[in-house]
């Protein structure tokens, strides 16, 4: 890891901290301003005019969703998108979210795939997994586990995984063909991916990204639907598709992201 990804990465686990921090620190009639703040901030994600870029955080997920859970993991919702609607989750299954924060997708997956499935959640960062054990408790929820991990080294075994779900979290990685690599590794045969992720129209460079928002506000590192879908194959995936949902700044936009592995793939690329 270069001097730079290394400070990217700190950046990212410092700036997810305060958010877990802040929501473990308020009361109750604090955690509504928490969760409008979304994944970016005015100091973090501003866009080409200087206005804080939307399409972030709770308002995303319907208010049945919300009211299976706790404030405190409500607020702590920081992504761009539902991947439960796209995961298409059934009972007995086994799912794993990348970069779990607070916990909400992977409590809300522990109650669609229910006793008989099994719900995991990977973050790097204690503050957030702090959050996350307390969020299942309040909730009720007993076939969850969170685990501290980076998203590019997975503490999982090989084809332990029916479906790999990611909240906003991929474009924060300085690794990300290392993320798909592991997305990959996890997934037993037959098995899919169901990602929200910003992702950038084929148009923008890498610069263009940079201007539209910072890194750890979502934006200045995420991939092109062209980048996507190659890093994709390379990893070993079919049936990709990268859809856009809603513009978060000027040519970035909120994706769905499917892909599955192949059926009769060994269970190690």
């Known amino acids: 890891m270069t001097e730079r990804e290394s400070a990217l990465v700190e950046q990212v686990r410092a700036h997810y901290a305060a958010a877990a921090t802040a929501v473990i620190g308020a009361g109750e009639g604090q955690l509504t301003a928490l969760e409008d703040a979304g994944c970016c ?5 501003s866009g080409l005019d200087g206005e804080v870029t939307t399409g972030f955080g709770s308002a995303l997920y319907s208010s049945e969703d919300q009211g299976e859970l706790p404030a405190q993991a409500v607020a702590a919702s920081l992504g761009c998108g ?3 609607v796209v995961a298409e989750l059934t009972v007995g299954e086994r799912v794993l979210d990348l970069g779990s924060g607070g916990g909400i997708d992977v409590l809300l997956s522990a109650r669609r795939v229910g006793p008989t499935g099994f719900a995991y959640g990977v973050d790097m960062t204690d503050e957030m997994l702090e959050l996350a054990r307390a ?4 909730a009720g929820v007993g076939n969850v586990e969170f685990l501290k991990g980076r998203i590019e080294a997975v503490p999982l075994p090989d084809a332990s995984i029916d479906v790999v779900i990611s909240n906003c979290v991929i474009n924060l990685s ?3 063909s290392a993320v798909l690599a592991e997305m990959q590794r996890v997934l037993a045969p037959g098995g899919r991916i169901g990602v929200s992720d910003v992702v950038a129209d084929d ?3 890498a610069s263009d990204r940079a201007e539209r928002g910072s890194y750890v506000g979502c934006v200045a590192g995420a991939l092109s639907r ?3 879908l190659a890093g994709l194959a390379a990893a070993g995936f079919v049936d990709a598709s990268v859809t856009f949902t809603h513009e978060v700044a000027p040519g970035m936009h909120s ?3 499917r892909a599955a592995k192949p059926a009769n793939a060994s269970t190690r690329q």
Request: some cysteine.
């Open 41 to 45: 901030s005015p100091a973090s994600c």
């Open 82 to 84: 539902n991947p439960l």
């Open 135 to 138: 969020n299942a408790v309040r």
């Open 174 to 176: 300085v690794d990300k």
């Open 203 to 205: 148009s923008l460079s």
């Open 226 to 228: 062209s980048e996507y």
């Open 255 to 257: 994706a769905i992201i």
